[in-house]
């Protein structure tokens, strides 16, 4: 399982690296979706406001989350620990994050259903 793992970071990596200029979405997540992204510069920073959404309005997702930055070239600048979030049924969530080192111009947005 943790060489699974590990080599679908190392794809994603190197798909990441070769996208360019876009805000990228990975979910491993069947009901939790992202229903929105919003990115802004704040000075030499950027935040990030995303929108997460259970379709299934039962169930309640205990998924974690990361932010990984990236510059204008496509090289990740840093990247955040893994933050547990919790998406009920049909009740949005909303989840604001801010780079921690100046020049991040693009983000991936990765959400696991995996809390371990």
Do not use: M, Y
């Given at each position: 399982m943790l060489r699974i793992r590990v080599l679908l970071c190392l794809f994603c990596l190197?798909?990441?690296?070769?996208?360019?200029?876009?805000?990228?979405?990975y979910l491993d997540n069947k009901d939790v979706k992202i229903q929105s992204v919003q990115k802004k510069e704040d000075g030499d920073f950027l935040v990030?406001?995303?929108?997460?959404?259970?379709?299934d309005e039962d169930d309640i997702q205990h998924s974690v989350y990361r932010m990984q930055w990236f510059d204008g070239d496509g090289r990740l600048l840093?990247?955040?620990?893994?933050?547990?979030?919790?998406?009920?049924?049909?009740?949005?969530?909303?989840i604001r994050e801010r780079s921690t080192v100046p020049g991040a111009k693009e983000c991936t947005l990765l959400i696991s259903n995996d809390a371990s």
């Open positions: 190197a798909f990441l690296a070769s996208c360019g200029r876009s805000t990228h979405e990030v406001d995303a929108v997460l959404v259970n379709d840093e990247q955040s620990s893994w933050r547990p979030v919790i998406v009920k049924g049909k009740a949005p969530v909303h």
